[in-house]
């Protein structure tokens, strides 16, 4: 068994985690995630201005005193902290691992950077399509900011079976920097698919730090102590079964639920989570409670992985502005409408997009938010267009409404600054046109081979559990969706993925039955311009739904507040609902919140 420990979920997490996992109790590795698809371009503009930059300079700046625990410990880092400059970032670690007298071998992962051969890709032929959209290469060619292709877990496990003790790596999978230990500690080979898909499960479960934990978690009340927070760790065994755990002492929770949010996490079609290593049936996992902030998992089934990998590009897509305004009551509601008015008739050339919203009122959920009247409400206003003059004269113009308009008003942050907008691009690669080359201390850099595609393996289907809608009361009672189920919501681009986790058995045979897509569209509106999605994940009493253009272009496109619609989440649990009392006679009633 070993133990694989997350410090870090994406660059800006709380690094202080690293320390925590190393002194906290026996770790055998830990793991950092450091990148998301907007990471990728600002790496990649901060190494066109200085060619030594282009990592997490963060990274080593925290690891750099750790080393020499590091060493005493035994304990190996795996990290794709190397941006676009994986070697620059390993330069840096390995002098201050000098300067300390720390003998170190460092490894890196070289070859994800493809912005560089893009020419070169297209005059062979192949086609850098937008994945999601249908759109040609040919509508961003010559904007290209950066192009990154997802490697998986073999070369990290290749850089771990020569002897690196640290492996930095470029554009990695978050679920393949834990998925490599257990490569290069058990041995799995390319055709253990189960064992494999394990793997991707456990890394999919810890790749958010704290989210495993407590962290962000519905029902935050149960939730003892954010403060010194536990990150999760993984014992992971042979057979590929883990338990998710933290260390002793610290803040958080980790029980099944916790563990449930996080798996319907930007999960997508649970059947078919795609990865380069494997395609795992999140469905066939198993979950049951192991002690106190221990989760067992187990009995997860596996595919083999697609013949392309992603191809994650970044390019230059205009510009966008966002400036903000502060009313106090009463009447807050309606100064930011008059104020909100008062600018867009000033304000009068037209906009590719805009937005107005009302943080503190509605801002989240749009027309689902309650009717209130509060003491306060931060009016933001945003516009984005490829025009920067337009954007320009709009920034000014914020600023000047304040004395002339209606009163209550406190100035917030001056004039706002024009931002450029750097998009995101999804395409597939066949594997067989890049190459990850592993470069270890002390050692000539090598080319891999990519291992070969296994054929799927002949099985029965394994039955799911089985739910029965228990005999019904006749009396319905109304509640909201929060009293039946828990659940978390997070992006894909500009869709927006949330899963819903019945608190029963009689509960979730009741949401399959009632809580259609259909009804999911409609609730939402004009938050979701596209279609949705259902997918059912019986084994958690779960359902995923998938909302389509529901984001307003997603990530840095996006002008709404939540532009990856972390909220959404909270908005369908508070969807109104007649239930069955029977229905609810089978979930606990939520204890007081502190």
């Known amino acids: 068994m070993i133990r694989i420990a997350n410090a870090g979920g994406y660059w800006g997490d709380d690094l202080s985690a690293i320390e925590r996992q190393l002194r906290g109790g026996p770790v055998d590795y830990v793991t950092i995630d450091f990148l998301a698809e907007i990471t990728m371009s600002i790496m990649q503009k901060q190494r066109s201005r200085d060619p030594k930059a282009g990592y997490a300079r963060d990274f080593v700046e925290v690891i750099s005193p750790l080393l020499p625990l590091i060493a005493e410990r035994g304990v190996k880092l795996v990290t794709n902290a190397g941006g676009v400059n994986p070697r620059g970032c390993a330069e840096a670690l390995l002098a201050a691992a000098k300067k300390q007298g720390v003998d170190l071998k460092v490894g890196v992962v070289l070859g994800d950077d493809l912005v560089g051969r893009l020419d070169e890709l297209e005059a062979a032929g192949v086609r850098l399509d937008n994945m999601e959209t249908g759109e040609p290469y040919s509508a961003i060619k010559g904007r290209v900011a950066s192009a990154n292709v997802y490697f998986g877990a073999w070369p990290i496990a290749q850089a771990l079976d020569r002897g690196a003790q640290i492996v930095i790596t470029g554009r990695a999978t978050d679920t393949g920097i834990t998925l490599a230990p257990m490569i290069h500690e ?134 966008k502005v966002s400036g903000s305004i502060i009313l106090c009551g009463p009447e807050a509601i309606p100064k930011a409408e008059a104020f909100s008015q008062l600018f867009w008739e000033r304000f009068a050339a037209p906009l590719e997009d805009r937005q107005t919203e009302l943080v503190g009122y509605n801002s989240c959920h749009w027309h689902l938010a309650a009717p209130g009247d509060p003491n306060e409400v931060y009016l933001r206003l945003s516009g984005r267009d490829h025009d920067k003059a337009k954007l320009e004269a709009f920034s000014r113009l914020i600023p000047s409404l304040i004395l002339s308009g209606p009163p209550g008003v406190a100035a917030t942050g001056g004039r706002p600054q024009v931002q450029e907008v750097v998009a995101y691009w999804p395409a597939l690669l066949e594997r067989d046109r890049c190459q990850a080359i592993v470069e270890v201390t002390g050692s ?95 084994n958690l009493r779960a359902l995923n739904f998938l909302l389509h253009d529901s984001l307003g272009g997603g990530g840095t496109v996006s002008l709404r507040i939540d532009p990856q619609g972390k909220t959404l989440s909270h908005a369908l649990l508070a969807m109104e609902m007649k239930v069955d009392e029977s229905i609810l006679a089978t979930v606990s009633t939520a204890p007081a919140r502190r």
């Open 186 to 319: 058990f041995g799995w080979k390319p055709d253990e698919l189960d064992k494999l898909a394990s793997g991707i499960i456990a890394g999919h479960i810890i790749e958010c730090g704290a989210q495993a934990t407590g962290g962000n978690f519905t029902d935050w009340w149960k939730v003892k102590s954010f403060v010194n927070i536990g990150y999760p760790i993984v014992e992971v065994s042979s057979d590929g079964s883990f338990v998710v755990t933290k260390h002793p002492g610290t803040g958080g929770l980790v029980n099944v639920e916790t563990v449930s949010e996080q798996l319907v996490y930007e999960m997508g079609d649970p059947k078919e989570y795609l990865t380069p290593d494997v395609s795992a049936d999140f469905t066939t996992a198993r979950l049951a409670p192991d002690g106190p902030d221990r989760v067992r998992v187990s009995g997860i089934q596996g595919r083999p992985p697609p013949r392309t990998l992603k191809v994650s590009m970044s390019y230059v897509d205009g510009f």
């Open 444 to 538: 000539e850099a090598h080319t891999m081979a990519w291992p070969p595609i296994p054929a799927p393996a002949s099985r029965p289907e394994t039955p799911g559990p089985s739910f029965e809608m228990p005999p019904l009361a006749g009396k319905k009672r109304g509640v909201v969706l929060s009293a039946l189920a828990h659940g978390r919501s997070g992006d894909k681009g500009d869709t927006s993925n949330i899963g819903i986790i019945a608190r029963s058995d009689a509960a979730f045979a009741w949401l399959r039955e009632h809580l259609t897509a259909e009804r999911v569209k409609q609730f939402f509106g004009e938050l979701c311009k596209g279609r949705v999605v259902r997918h059912e994940v019986p």
